[in-house]
Nanobody, 120 residues
Framework: VQLVESGGESVQPGGSLRLACEASGRPDQMYVRGWFRQAPGKEREGVATYDEVGITRYADSVKGRFTISKDNAKNTLYLQMNDLKPEDTAMYYC???????????????WGQGTQVTVSS
């Protein structure tokens, strides 16, 4: 399984970004996919997950602002981020596994990450 993120950039507070994670490899190893983030000096935290039947899960800090979705035809996972705040600044990673670990960073497969910076 290979995961490649894109879409991260610098944006002002209140702005929006859409991250993408293109996947390749064995579909049976990617029943659950998700987005995680890690800010400097902090532990990696779960942001949102999307399972094989389309059930989504969000961290409380992003509920109502972020939306996770998946395009099966493109095998791509997205994270639409609206009303971005400085505290959203982090490296954002895509993850996948055949098992569901919720928002815990126990997933087997990880991308390289894409940087999101929210600053005025």
């Amino acid at each position: 399984v290979q995961l490649v993120e894109s879409g991260g950039e610098s944006v002002q507070p209140g702005g929006s970004l859409r991250l993408a994670c293109e996947a390749s490899g064995r579909p049976d190893q990617m029943y659950v996919r998700g987005w995680f983030r890690q800010a400097p000096g902090k532990e990696r935290e779960g942001v949102a997950t999307y399972d094989e039947v389309g059930i989504t899960r969000y961290a409380d800090s992003v509920k109502g602002r972020f939306t996770i979705s998946k395009d099966n035809a493109k095998n791509t996972l997205y994270l639409q981020m609206n009303d971005l705040k400085p505290e959203d600044t982090a490296m954002y990673y895509c993850a996948a596994d055949r098992l569901d670990y919720g928002l815990k960073d126990l997933y087997k497969y990880w991308g390289q990450g894409t940087q999101v910076t929210v600053s005025s």
